[in-house]
């Protein structure tokens, strides 16, 4: 199996990559799916902000869902191939990790309409601090196939948040 990185935006090359404002409604920051076939775990998560005073802290989930939401979608150059296995394995793209506005990608401008979900990590996190989950192996959270993995972010005011997942498929 291999690792793979992704976050919330396009690759940094020349610049930094650029953050992505939360809201005062749920928000998917990034989402995740394996192709058709694949059933991948995850093996950690976390998510950093810019908020400048303290606050009330936001709501932040790794969660499970039965329905898309409207993303941004990832390219290759996104997607950081982690580790040796993932450097061998080709295309991530096109051989396991399918994306487009339904599937992989970042930034929601829709949700969608959930009507099964499965929580794996939910934390109040302040818009001044960051969050970091790596789970123990053989415990990671299995994503089903068919299935989306979002984090997702709630906020009493919109800050600016980077957020990753490394999936191993």
Known sequence: MALYLLANGAAGTTAAPVKVTTGTAIKTMLQFVASATIAAKIVEWGCSFDGSTAATPGAVELVETDVAATVTAHVTAGITKYDADALVGGDPTTNLIQVGAALTGYSASAEGTSTVAR???LQLIAG???????FPL????????????????????????????????
């Open 138 to 169: 053989g415990r990671e959270p299995l994503l089903q196939t068919g299935k989306f993995l979002r984090v997702r972010m709630t906020f009493a005011a919109a800050i600016n948040a980077y957020c990753y997942i490394i999936v191993s498929i």
């Open 128 to 134: 001044t601090n960051q969050y970091v989950k790596q």
């Open 119 to 121: 929580l794996f990590d």
